[in-house]
């Protein structure tokens, strides 16, 4: 009611709207209002560079998530043959160690990349970030069937091997975390 009742001033005096720009002008000089009208450009632009910013993050991460996956995959049916071979002896032992070795660091580097892109995304956006959980996604080590030398029983053996993937994965997350604890307690 107030505010209509203004504006109905402003539109019957226009003196009055003249005279209001013209203390505006002499109080905080010529050009305040264009200075203060460029402020809030540059301003809506920061946000908007932000939004850009955070927005290609989530497409590296979804983009790395679905590579992670596929990746996964074949490392476990990789890993599986290789852990089962009997010796180093058996013909394809040393082209399943390199396949191995190939699709365990494929795997470590998107998982550590995927941790890295999600620790910036967290800080950007100021929550606790949600890192790529390798252990629930890795199954162990298939048990063997081992013949006994004892009355030719069948018996199981379990893989003592740990997963290089899950350790090597782990290891870098600690430190990622310190790191990531450090630059939230500098804010």
């Known amino acids: ?22 203390l505006v002008g002499i109080l905080l000089g010529s050009g305040s209002l264009w200075q203060y009208l460029g402020l809030k450009i540059a301003e809506k632009e920061y946000v908007l560079s932000e939004l850009k910013h955070e927005n290609t993050l989530r497409q590296q991460l979804l983009s790395l998530q679905a590579n992670i996956l596929n990746e996964i995959k074949d490392y476990i049916e990789i890993r599986d043959k290789f852990f089962n071979i009997e010796s180093a002896l058996a013909e394809n ?27 910036k995304l967290s800080i950007l956006e100021e929550r606790r970030p949600v890192f790529f959980n390798i252990n629930a996604i890795i199954p162990p080590l298939r048990p063997k069937l081992v013949k006994s030398e004892n009355n030719g029983i069948l018996a199981i053996e379990v ?9 090597a994965v782990n290891d870098h997350l600690k430190k990622l975390i310190e790191e990531h604890n450090q630059k939230i307690s500098h804010k």
């Open 1 to 22: 009611m107030k505010a209509n009742s203004f504006i109905n001033i402003l539109k019957n005096h226009l003196w009055i709207s003249t005279f209001i720009a013209f």
């Open 159 to 167: 893989n003592q091997a740990f997963d290089e993937v899950e350790k």
């Open 93 to 119: 032992y040393y082209d399943y160690q390199n396949k191995y070795s190939q699709s365990k660091s494929r795997l470590i580097k998107l998982v550590n990349e995927y941790n890295v892109i999600e620790g």
